[in-house]
């Protein structure tokens, strides 16, 4: 990213026509942007990297349970028929019913406090879940574990929008939901490993959910170190640091994000087409995103492989999805728009979709999943970065950030039906499901590119008149602010 792109006051975005590119504002001098780069980069390193690694274990955390399914966890508990699939989706109404308080929690007390201890709490319900003996003991805890959870990704996203300007805020949280894809990658071989323990007082998958839960309860304490709710309050910038960043955020949204949330403008947002179009595409690609964490081991140890090489080949499509996730943040470059971006993911569920359907080959099947997984996580990506790309304050981050996040919810709650027992070992219903969560997602991006063209054009034909209004007013008019410009 080159000095100019970090240094201008707003990303340059597309008019109505299309071909404009002109910034918000002057470009800074050089010397200026070479040392906000150098403070971005140290944040990268530290919020970025913390957040990360929370976002991991949190993957850990949710595709546990099909590792476990693998390794004896339904039999042991007397689980039959759909009984596995209830347990899974009973995280997510309490997760959804959270989610957005949680939000609102988190900007009353701070990320530093908030997400610390929900990290904790996660951690330890997750290992409470290694003395469960019925479905009910695990029913129990993972409504436990949904209500801890719902607070972490909304959370980052929004820490996300406070520390970065629009244009670096879909990179970063490409990073960000590239957790998911690591936990994938590492979750399947530890689980794997796990097995190998040999103690009498606990059973394999009892090591999966004890274990993971104390990294996660542990890593919740070094996060209550390591996080600052504001740059001003960051342990590792300097003062000259803290005060580019401030000034840089205030260009950007007005207040750096430091403006209480505007109760009176909550439900202008929570009524905006356009954030239930762009989390709409986040909806449909978890579907894909979590048929990759929860259910590809079950999937590939009904193609006849053992239970420990089951685990450990998650690792494979869970890679792909590491690499398309991180590929993500460049295709706004690479293809001009998100929307152009979103398109290209969505062929990718496509297409692994219909090769999942159509043939009972192991390897094309394996390599299918790996196709899926690269479009799931890759939309993972895009998807949300263009949602927190068109926030212009704090109450549209929150509502943003909390709504997009809740149909993400809403599509792994989904999606926790769509492979049952009874449907192995080709799945059709889940294949099924997957094609048609693709074919969405395009559609929708389609309808939220073309809102987001209309009202740029607005802007320019029928400008809003602020000449009357406060600077409180003015400040609380976030994305209906005339200077502001959708990004595309």
């Not at 406090?113 to 996660?122: C, D, Q, V």
Request: aromatic share 10%.
């Amino acid at each position: 990213m080159d000095d100019k792109q970090i240094a201008s006051s707003h990303p340059k975005v597309d008019s109505p026509d299309g071909v404009s590119d002109k910034p918000y504002a002057q470009i800074v001098d050089s010397d200026t942007a070479k040392r906000l780069r150098w403070a971005f980069r140290k944040v990268d390193a530290t919020l970025i990297l913390v957040l990360l690694l929370a976002n991991v274990l949190n993957s850990m955390d949710r595709s546990n349970l099909g590792l476990s399914k693998v390794a004896g966890l339904e039999k042991d508990t007397g689980m039959h028929g759909s009984d596995f699939n209830v347990v899974v989706s009973l995280m997510y109404p309490t997760y959804l019913l959270f989610m957005l308080p949680s939000n609102l929690v988190l900007r009353k007390v701070g990320a530093r406090i908030w997400l610390s201890l929900i990290t904790i709490i996660w951690g330890v319900v997750n290992m409470c879940m290694a003395f469960a003996k019925n479905k009910t003991d695990l029913i129990l805890c993972r409504l436990f574990l949904g209500m801890a959870e719902s607070g972490a990704t909304p959370g980052g996203l929004m820490l996300i929008t406070l520390w970065y300007p629009r244009e670096l805020v879909t990179s970063r949280i490409s990073f960000f939901f590239s957790s998911f894809a690591i936990g994938a990658i590492v979750g399947g071989p530890i689980a794997s490993g796990i097995m190998n323990i040999d103690n009498p007082r606990f059973k394999s998958w009892q090591w999966i959910f004890f274990i993971e839960g104390i990294l996660t309860a542990g890593f919740g304490c070094i996060m209550y170190f390591l996080l600052a709710d504001y740059p001003e309050k960051s342990w590792l910038l300097n003062t000259s640091e803290k005060m580019l960043l401030k000034q840089r955020m205030e260009q950007d949204q007005m207040d750096g994000g430091h403006q209480p949330i505007d109760k009176s403008r909550l439900l202008v947002h929570v009524r905006d087409p356009l954030i239930y179009a762009q989390a709409l595409i986040f909806y449909c690609v978890n579907f894909g995103s979590n048929t990759i964490l929860t259910f590809s081991a079950i999937i590939v140890n009904q193609m006849g492989y053992s239970p420990s090489a089951s685990q450990a080949m998650q690792a494979i499509p869970g890679l792909c999805g590491f690499i398309g996730i991180l590929l993500s943040r460049y295709y706004p470059k690479w293809f001009g728009s998100h929307y152009a971006g979103a398109l290209f993911v969505s062929g990718w569920i496509i297409t692994a979709s219909i090769i999942l359907l159509a043939t009972t080959s192991n390897g094309a099947r394996i390599f299918a999943l790996c196709l899926l997984a690269f479009g799931s996580f890759g939309a993972g990506g895009i998807g949300p970065g263009w949602v927190m790309s068109n926030v212009g304050g704090p109450t549209r981050s929150a509502v943003s950030g909390a709504l997009n996040v809740s149909f993400g919810g809403l599509g792994a709650l989904s999606a926790s039906y769509i492979y049952q027992n009874h449907d192995a070992p080709r799945y059709l219903l889940g294949h099924g499901m997957n094609l048609f969560a693709g074919l969405l997602a395009a559609i929708t991006a389609t309808v939220a590119y073309l809102i987001i063209r209309r009202r740029n054009k607005q802007k320019v034909t029928e400008p809003l008149d602020i000449s009357h209004m406060t600077d409180e007013e003015i400040l609380n008019l976030e994305n209906h602010h005339p200077d502001f410009r959708y990004v595309a």
